[in-house]
């Protein structure tokens, strides 16, 4: 069953770091387009979700909100059929549960309904 996995997630402090991972089960990722979303726990993926990085087959990257540029960061490691976010600095508002989602076109796009399909998200929680 294609599935993706997303984990690292969890409590911090303020100017900590984490690093998210994505894992693809069942089929390679290295032909799509990954990106990250997040919203607010307690709602279904994603109705009100932030897009916060991308990075397409081809291993250009893309960040959405100028909040984290700088701050985040987005790789691919394809022999692990994985996609990190690493989140460094991180700040209260930068408190959801974050998704990573595949577009199979492979180029990266803003909005969460141009991508096709989605893990269950992992919370993570800045405070002090």
């Known amino acids: 069953q294609l599935e993706l996995v997303e984990s690292g997630g969890g409590l911090v402090q303020p100017g900590e770091s984490l690093r998210l991972s994505c894992v693809a089960h069942?089929?390679?990722?290295?032909?799509?387009?990954i990106g990250w979303f997040r919203q607010a726990p307690g709602k279904e993926p994603c109705m009100e979700c932030e897009g916060v990085m991308c990075i397409s087959s081809s291993g250009g990257t893309t960040n959405y909100p100028d909040s984290v540029e700088g701050r985040f960061t987005i790789s691919r490691d394809n022999a692990k059929n994985t996609v990190y976010l690493q989140m460094n600095s991180l700040k209260p508002e930068d408190t959801d549960v974050y998704f990573c989602?595949?577009?199979?076109?492979?180029?990266?796009?803003?909005?969460?309904?141009?991508?096709?399909?989605w893990g269950k998200g992992t919370q993570v929680t800045v405070s002090s």
């Open positions: 069942d089929f390679d990722l290295e032909d799509y387009a």
């Open positions: 989602a595949l577009r199979y076109s492979g180029a990266c796009a803003p909005e969460f309904d141009e991508y096709d399909f």
